[in-house]
């Protein structure tokens, strides 16, 4: 009966539903998978994901695959984090339908219609989404330190 934000947190937004896991490795996938089948049953819609540049991102999307055939790669605020492109590399190589979004909040806006979704790959990617949907308020501290950071790496 515990609840942790972003591990496997259903929420409803605007008729959505969706769920926010923080999963970020291949097993983590394939025990969302697991539960995905459990608790949703049908196919994600889409599956909206950002994941740090240090992880798996191949072995994770593969796991991903059996429950949704369409990826919307996106990045956390994180200087740690993929580029969406090198995700959507990755998941259109595997065949999933892909769409590219510079931002969780601009993932989302994608994917208004799709539901169920799910939002995963990292717990920076769930938190995000979490704070798009006003479910946490922002960090603004740690807003601003990765934005100077991402500014520094020319990023915009």
Do not use: C, Y
Not at 5 to 25: I, S
Not at 73 to 97: K, N, Q, W, Y
């Amino acid at each position: 009966s515990a609840r942790w934000p972003g591990r496997f947190e259903r929420v409803q937004v605007n008729d959505q539903d969706m769920v926010l896991d923080g999963a970020h490795t291949p097993a983590a996938a394939r025990a969302l998978v697991e539960t995905w089948r459990a608790e949703v049953g049908a196919h994600a819609k889409a599956a909206i994901v950002g994941m740090g540049g240090d992880k798996d991102v191949g072995a994770f999307l593969a796991e991903l695959k059996p429950i949704t055939p369409r990826l919307i790669a996106t990045r956390a605020s994180s200087p740690r984090a993929a580029t969406p492109e090198a995700i959507a590399d990755v998941a259109a190589a595997l065949g999933f339908e892909v769409e590219v979004a510079p931002s969780v909040a601009a993932a989302l806006r994608l994917a208004r219609d799709e539901s169920p979704l799910l939002v995963t790959g990292s717990l920076f990617i769930a938190g995000e989404a979490r704070e798009a949907f006003g479910l946490a308020a922002p960090d603004l501290e740690w807003t601003a330190i990765n934005a100077a950071h991402l500014v520094g790496k020319g990023a915009p």
